[in-house]
């Protein structure tokens, strides 16, 4: 392949973030009752204010534009739209139009996520997803925000990383029971919220197709990247089909497919490894493995043949930025090189444009803007300018940088 590699034309170059771990304040959402239940040393720090962007948003968004960037990936929160059942706020409707109208006055295309992690306490404390009537209940808040996205968005995911949500209900029921979640790997997910989470897609996208049929609608998965061990390879499928495989299925047929990568997951008789003691591990605990991302957009490509993809997370939490732009630099290889053997990509949003809330703590940094914890003041990073610049010249790295 050339050395060189030009993002084809209408391709989506962004960076993505989510209402919970940016906003601050989002009280009436179960997150938040977790976050305050004690239930599990895993919350180092409550999310409190975030980076206070309900407010700082249009800062947010003139940084992004102003890097190079032509497209933000950000979630509306639903226990905000909708906090007690039924009652929808007109505040916070109009807050997310103005949000819309404010990216594209700014130059960049929104990609809205209507459920990243976070629901409404009373949609958890009626059994959440694994509810019968949870599909019904999503279907209905996805039709009041239709007035966020029926015009200037052309793009909306419905639930961001499905399986992370399955997984996680089986987590909490764990540590709610006193129980400890597994030293390595993740835990089973809970089948009833997995079913509940695929008709609950199903039901969104006909209800956003049905308000605004112009938005190309899909779900974003969070990639395991399994790598057996030779001879694991049945163990290996075993452990992916109801972490990543059964969600990957759901979305044949969507318009387009997330895929979210960082890290790599080994593989052998027993189950899912440790990370090597001599292996580079991020601030989040995970292995350095910028080759995640071409992996993962294989994997996916030959599980769901025919659907385009877009890369809708992939990032690096460190304090060292050059590590940042080495593993940036390596997966947008990944990038190139499976575009160039025939996978369809159709975009890239780097998680995650600012340093935010890590689901329990501030320490993972996976911005590419800092922000002051306490002044909430933006500090772009040197990733910031060089992913924007990437974005400007249309060329991609075709081989890690150093
Ligand atoms: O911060 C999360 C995000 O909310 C979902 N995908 C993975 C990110 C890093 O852990």
Known sequence: MDD???LPDGFLWGASTSAHQTEGGNTRSDWWAFEHSGLTDRIEEPSGSACDSYHRWPEDMDLLAGLGFTDYRFSIEWARIEPSPGEFSAEALAHYRRMVEGARERGLRPMITLHHFTAPLWFTERGGWAAAE????FARYVEAAAPVFAEGVDHVCTINEPNMVAVMATGLRTVAAGGSLPAVGL???????????????????????SCAPHVRTGWSVANQICRPEPGCEERAATYQRPRETVFLEAARGDDWLGVQAYTRTRIDASGPLPVPEDAERTLSGWEYDPQALGAALRHTAATVAGTPLIVTEN?????????????????L????????????????????ALDNYEW?????????????????VRTPKPSAAWLGAVGRTRVLPTAAAS
């Open 333 to 352: 290889a990944g990038l190139a090189h499976a575009v160039a053997d025939g996978v369809d990509v159709r975009g890239y949003f780097h998680w995650s």
């Open 187 to 209: 835990p089973s997910p809970d089948e009833a919220t997995t079913e509940g989470l695929v008709r609950a897609h199903r039901r969104a996208v006909d209800s956003v197709k």
């Open 315 to 331: 990032g690096i939490a460190t304090a060292d930025d050059d590590r940042r732009i080495a593993y940036t630099s390596g997966a």
């Open 134 to 137: 949870s599909d019904e209940l």
């Open 4 to 6: 060189l590699f030009t």
């Open 360 to 376: 329990g703590s501030y320490r993972p940094t996976f911005g590419l803007i800092a922000v002051d914890r306490h002044s909430f």
